[in-house]
């Protein structure tokens, strides 16, 4: 991967995908000698051959242009953001293969617009249904409120999707051994013109730039000086009921507040319904990894609500029960440091994680990778530095991500009060006669720059 002056002073315009799988070129505009220095501009001026997966290889430096730390949502949807744009890059993940487990996200029509942007829209959209509102029910069985989605927003667009089937499609867009698995990053060294990055298995890698996802407890947020995100005081049980013979549920969301207690389920596709089972915790507790456990404590919480959830609990496959302690991270002004230091910046959970209660998190993750690749391919283009992509990517999303992080804490607040006085006044008064839906999905509305 050695690169030759002599390259780098003659080669052509633009970026192209060459017609090979295997080969992937990223050209730019003719450089002068004078823009040699700018190391982020030179490291494209040559040709890209498809890396070999990364294997153990102590003692040996490889070379790569833009490693993505994470194989999650952000991971993949950035590393998808930036290959169809032609520029290729190395994602490492910690685990030995995509996440098979787990249950489901809602995504809502920002998060669909970002699918589409990237390629993978409609073959996610075939798969899950599209649900058309919601219905608030109190834990007693009694409708509260209900509303449909469109009648508020024709452009609405609400499916919940399996987070395994997800990670699978944008995976399935990149080329063979782009993720390199069993890669995990334990060290990093950020200098000046490259990134050192040590894996748990011995492999050393410089890169040219750091895009770290890895998530929530991100070891690259902590390097730069985060703050671990902060328990706040609820956690969730989550599955993904089973129907073989077809589940018998309308397409809607629905939710069940109690005291202290709030839960949900939704339909993802013709045989399967997401639940949750929201508690108030005054810690996070230990980590519990025995379903049968977990299935009675949640069954435990919401033992005379609706049969109807009882039942979703009850068919819901072992492997998709999981419990979590919902955490956040506010990204307050000046106090924060920044989302990129040198040519490392951080997308998704790994910058801003925020409590699940808006079913914004996953959505700001496929946002935050259009937004930030758009910045580095004009950054290429203008032969700027990929420090100032990021901070101009920093500057977009801060306004966006800062504010959805604390009203999403402030609702998941007030859905958990316990107090049956104030409970009586959200589902006499508050929920039947003053919500609206607008307010409530307006930030749902988001508008970014084409990728192409
Ligand atoms: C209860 C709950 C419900 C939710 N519901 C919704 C919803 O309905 N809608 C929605 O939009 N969002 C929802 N979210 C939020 C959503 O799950 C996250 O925002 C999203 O998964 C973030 O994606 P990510 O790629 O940033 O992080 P992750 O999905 O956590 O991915 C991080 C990846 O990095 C890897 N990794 C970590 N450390 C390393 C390392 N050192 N080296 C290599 N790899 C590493 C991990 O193995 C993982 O694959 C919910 C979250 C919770 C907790």
């Keep these: 991967m050695a690169i030759s002056k002599m390259e780098l002073n003659s080669l052509p315009l633009s970026l192209f995908h060459s017609s090979s799988k295997s080969s992937w070129y990223l050209q730019s505009r003719t450089l002068s000698k004078s823009n040699l220095h700018h190391h982020w501009s030179t490291s494209f001026q040559y040709r890209y051959r498809a890396k070999s997966k990364i294997v153990n290889a102590i003692g040996e430096l490889k070379k790569e242009d833009i490693v993505i730390v994470g194989a999650g949502i ?19 993940e910690q685990a030995e293969s995509l996440r098979t487990g787990g249950t489901s996200l809602t995504l809502f029509k920002n998060g669909w617009k970002v699918l589409d942007a ?16 919601m219905v608030i029910k109190s834990e007693d069985g009694r ?42 990053l334990t060290e990093m060294k950020n200098g000046e013109g490259e990134t050192l990055l040590k894996l748990q ?47 018998p549920f309308e397409p809607r969301v629905n939710y069940i507040y109690g005291k202290g207690i709030r839960a949900g389920f939704v339909p993802v596709s013709p045989t399967k319904v997401y639940w949750f089972v929201c508690f108030n915790s005054p810690s996070a507790g230990p980590r519990i990894t025995d ?29 998709t029960i999981i419990r979590t302690p919902l955490v956040d991270r506010w990204l307050w002004p000046t106090v924060s440091p920044p989302a990129s230091t040198r040519n490392v910046v951080l997308v998704g959970d790994a910058w801003h994680p925020m409590t699940p209660n808006l079913g914004q998190g996953a959505c700001c993750a496929l946002e935050d990778a259009v937004v930030l690749v758009k910045k580095l391919a004009g950054a290429l283009e203008n032969q700027t530095s990929a420090e100032d992509a990021f901070r101009a990517y920093e500057r977009e999303r801060w306004p966006r991500i800062f504010p959805l992080a604390i009203r999403a804490n402030l609702v998941g607040t007030l ?24 307010p409530i999905l307006e930030h749902t509305n988001f508008e970014f720059e084409p990728l192409v």
């Design 118 to 133: 990237i390629g993978v829209g409609s073959e996610l959209r075939k798969q899950f249904l599209e649900i058309q509102g």
């Design 201 to 247: 298995d011995g492999t050393q890698l410089s890169a040219k730039i750091v895009i770290a996802c890895d998530g929530i407890k991100s070891p690259v947020a902590r390097s730069m000086g985060y703050s671990e995100p902060k328990y706040v005081g609820h956690c969730a049980f989550r599955g993904l009921g089973s129907y073989l013979n077809g589940q």
């Design 415 to 438: 859905l958990q009060w316990d107090n049956p006085l104030v409970c009586s006044v959200r589902n006499n008064i508050v929920i039947p006669k003053l919500v609206r839906l607008g």
């Design 74 to 92: 952000a991971g993949l949807a950035t590393a998808v953001s930036l290959q169809r744009l032609g520029i290729p890059s190395t994602v490492l």
């Design 143 to 184: 409708e509260l409120r209900s509303f449909i989605f469109k009648e508020e927003d024709e452009s609405q667009e609400v499916r919940a999707v399996e987070r395994r089937v997800l990670l699978e499609t944008l995976a399935n867009q990149l080329p063979p051994n782009a993720i390199s698995y069993c890669s995990k």
């Design 291 to 319: 379903p049968s456990v977990l299935r009675e404590q949640t069954l435990e919480l919401v033992r005379n609500w609706s049969s109807e959830l009882l039942n979703i609990i009850e068919c819901t496959p072992d492997d």
